[in-house]
């Protein structure tokens, strides 16, 4: 069965400063999807950024980044110049492909951003 | 575009009522699916469906049913409320192709009591 762990249940980044935070995937398929999905405190699942696995290129969206690791089974996301509304919960969550089947979810990673 | 809609927002529950979480998307996506996320938890997967007709358990289903008549809708029953589904619960929807991100609604904060 596939699994999605986030290690950093919190994580805290000075304003314009940069975070990367983890993310692991355990599968044994070769084709996937990844996304990173953002939960501000208004409860709404927002998506930050996605990744095919076929895709050797890191996926990019204005100051988030991914770093896939597909051997490593990896998959960080860097937040750039971070910005006082990039605080919320963030899940990384996995879907095989074709689309037949669900996401799941990691536990999440509470961001604060400080001032 | 309405995108995911889910009614109600908020509800309480006293032990052994019974309730329908609505959920209807104008997308016309073929998968939708609800989840429950616990406090300081990611979401978990209760049931699912691909099209029309067709329903699955997640990994949580015990406690809730699921029907799917129309592309459109996909309520969820809890019968015999407890406490331990005291939740938030999201309904999402996806395409079958093209696109493969899910798309959320609002969620339901249910509190049984």
């Known amino acids: 069965a596939q699994t999605v762990t986030q290690s950093q249940p919190e994580m805290s980044v000075q304003e314009a400063e940069t975070v990367t935070l983890s993310c692991t995937y355990d599968t044994s398929e070769s084709d996937y999807y990844l996304f990173w999905y953002k939960q501000p405190p208004s409860r709404q699942m927002i998506l930050v950024i996605r990744q095919e696995a076929y895709k050797q290129q890191n996926a990019t969206e204005n100051r988030f980044s991914v770093n896939f690791q597909k051997a490593a089974k990896s998959f960080s996301l860097k937040i750039s110049d971070s910005q006082l509304g990039d605080a919320a919960m963030y899940f990384c969550?996995?879907?095989?492909?074709?689309?037949?089947?669900?996401?799941?979810f990691g536990t999440g990673t509470r961001l604060q951003v400080f001032p | 575009n309405a995108g995911v809609t889910q009614t109600p927002k908020f509800r309480i529950l006293k032990i052994g009522q019974s309730m329908t979480l609505q959920c209807t998307q104008d997308m016309n996506h073929n998968y939708m699916y609800w989840y429950r996320q616990d406090p300081g938890m990611g979401l978990k997967l209760i049931y699912y469906s691909v099209g029309a007709g067709i329903t699955d358990k997640g990994e949580v289903p015990n406690g809730y049913n699921v029907s799917r008549s129309t592309t459109e809708d996909f309520p969820l029953r809890l019968e015999l409320a407890a406490p331990s589904q005291t939740s938030v619960y999201f309904c999402a929807s996806s395409p079958q192709w093209g696109r493969t991100e899910a798309f959320f609604g609002q969620g339901t904060r249910l509190t049984v009591v």
């Open positions: 969550a996995y879907r095989r492909e074709p689309n037949t089947d669900k996401l799941i």
